[in-house]
Antibody
Framework: EVQLVESGGGVVQPGRSLRLSCAASGFTFDDYVMHWVRQPPGKGLQWVSGISWNNADIDYADSVKGRFTISRDNAKNSLYLQMSSLRPEDTALYYC??????????????WGRGTLVTVSS | DIQMTQSPSNLSASVGDRVTITCRASQNIDSWLAWYQQKPGRAPELLIYKASSLESGVPSRFSGSGSGTEFSLIINSLQSDDFATYYCQHYKTKSATFGQGTRVEIK
């Protein structure tokens, strides 16, 4: 059974940093592209970033480019999102998401339950 | 960036109804479109990929159609379990974009 478990969310002041983690199991992690997708409270879905199986292909939404860094450790079956210079508009539930294929672009076949990030002073 | 626009934003329907949700892309995305269902407090779930391919385990009352810039999600004989919010998503380019969502409510 595919499982994606996010951690690292919390309340953080504007301008500060936070690192999200995602532990994956139930599939061959290094065969697939992985993504972060976020959902502000009461709003729709926003793709944040994606990373290919071999780290060769990385992309970001314009709204986070230069502030967020996605990475993965295939030996640990883990995905990460380093978020810096956080803004109130980054407040959202952040989902760790598995892509159907090894390289982007892709659609998303498994989602974690999410970790909540609140940016507030 | 490719923009995705869903209509309607909200929809009231009864059990047994046939429901159609439309998604329009701001430019040609061929058939690179997926549909998701999200229930309150839950993560989204994949329903349809490549515009019309039904994900394994999804009931056959769900179907998708379209190509290019105009797409539809059809739910035949709406069930009580189908009341949820539905999102389309393109994957023509690496920067995936979702529609704003369509909330299907009980009439």
């Amino acid at each position: 059974e595919v499982q994606l478990v996010e951690s690292g969310g919390g309340v953080v002041q504007p301008g500060r940093s936070l690192r999200l983690s995602c532990a994956a199991s139930g599939f061959t992690f290094d065969d697939y592209v992985m993504h972060w997708v976020r959902q502000p409270p009461g709003k729709g879905l926003q793709w944040v970033s994606g990373i290919s199986w071999n780290n060769a292909d990385i992309d970001y939404a314009d709204s986070v480019k230069g502030r967020f860094t996605i990475s993965r450790d295939n030996a640990k079956n883990s995905l990460y999102l380093q978020m810096s210079s956080l803004r109130p508009e980054d407040t959202a539930l952040y989902y760790c998401v598995k892509g159907r294929h090894g390289f982007p672009p892709s659609y998303f076949d498994y989602w974690g339950r999410g970790t909540l990030v609140t940016v507030s002073s | 960036d490719i923009q995705m626009t869903q209509s309607p934003s909200n929809l009231s329907a009864s059990v047994g109804d046939r429901v159609t949700i439309t998604c329009r892309a701001s430019q040609n995305i061929d058939s690179w479109l997926a549909w998701y269902q999200q229930k309150p407090g839950r993560a989204p779930e994949l329903l349809i990929y490549k515009a019309s391919s039904l994900e394994s385990g999804v009931p056959s009352r769900f179907s998708g159609s379209g190509s290019g810039t105009e797409f539809s999600l059809i739910i035949n004989s709406l069930q009580s379990d189908d009341f949820a919010t539905y999102y389309c998503q393109h994957y023509k380019t690496k920067s995936a974009t979702f529609g704003q969502g369509t909330r299907v409510e009980i009439k």
